[in-house]
Nanobody, 122 residues
Framework: EVQLVESGGGLVQAGGSLRLSCAAS????????IGWFRQAPGKEREGVSC????????YYADSVKGRFTISSDNAKNTVYLQMNSLKPEDTAVYYC???????????????WGQGTQVTVSS
């Protein structure tokens, strides 16, 4: 059974930082991508960042470039999202997902975590 467990969310003031973790287990891809997505109330899900396992390629949404950094520890099957200079508009439930390729397009992912809430106060 594939499991993705997110952690690290919370409440932070604008300008602050948080680091999200996504621990993946039970998957059998030879190569894979793990992506971070977010969804705020009343808004569509947005791809935030992703990373590929084979070459470490990374991708970011324009809205987070220069502020968020994705990284991975392949030995632990864990992906991190370091979020700096947080803004109130970053407030959302953040989900990680795993699929065969790294992409910011959600439908290409096969499995999703339960999500972790990030709230940025102004």
């Amino acid at each position: 059974e594939v499991q993705l467990v997110e952690s690290g969310g919370g409440l932070v003031q604008a300008g602050g930082s948080l680091r999200l973790s996504c621990a993946a287990s039970g998957f059998t891809y030879d190569g894979y991508g793990i992506g971070w997505f977010r969804q705020a109330p009343g808004k569509e899900r947005e791809g935030v960042s992703c990373i590929g396992s084979s070459d470490g390629s990374t991708y970011y949404a324009d809205s987070v470039k220069g502020r968020f950094t994705i990284s991975s520890d392949n030995a632990k099957n864990t992906v991190y999202l370091q979020m700096n200079s947080l803004k109130p508009e970053d407030t959302a439930v953040y989900y990680c997902a795993i699929g065969p390729v790294p992409t910011l397009w959600g439908p290409l992912y096969d499995y999703w975590g339960q999500g972790t809430q990030v709230t940025v106060s102004s």
